[in-house]
DNA sequence: TTGCTGACCGACG
DNA sequence: CCGTCGGCCAGCA
């Protein structure tokens, strides 16, 4: 097996699986896989996603306050901002409008 | 192998 | 209200 299983393609798998026009957040994603608590890992394993070969929209991943804290990791620039936007989220200062409307949660989802 | 780090979260003063 | 600290665990030098 080339791809073990592991918590980070655990993490990887639940991202890909945000529907578009919805955001999630680190610690519900912990959560959901078990380990609440260690949401810093969940954010480490998205500074690993460039590393995974499978597309990983981490932009759809934010804190619990709907900050965009990672988007200095989309290349420094508001890239996150203008994908989030692209999707019909509207975002005002690094922060998510409307973050519990669209909010996505994996454990009442799946 | 050991130790540091990390895109967070919640508690405490 | 705001700053600080501890905890969670896997990857990397």
Do not use: C
């Not at 620039?77 to 005002?92: A, C, P, R």
């Amino acid at each position: 097996m080339p791809q073990p299983i592991t918590f980070f393609s655990k993490v990887y798998e639940v991202v890909r699986l945000i529907p578009y026009g919805r955001v999630s957040s680190y610690g519900a994603i912990a959560t959901y896989l078990g380990t609440a608590g260690s949401s810093r890992m969940v954010g480490w394993a998205m500074n690993k996603a460039h590393s995974h070969p499978k597309p990983v929209p981490a932009h759809r991943v934010v804190n619990r306050n709907g900050m965009l804290t990672g988007k200095h990791h989309f290349g420094g620039t508001n890239l996150m901002q203008e994908l989030l936007e692209n999707e019909g989220i509207k975002v005002e200062n690094e922060t998510i409008v409307d973050f519990e409307k669209l909010f996505w949660d994996p454990m009442k989802e799946l």
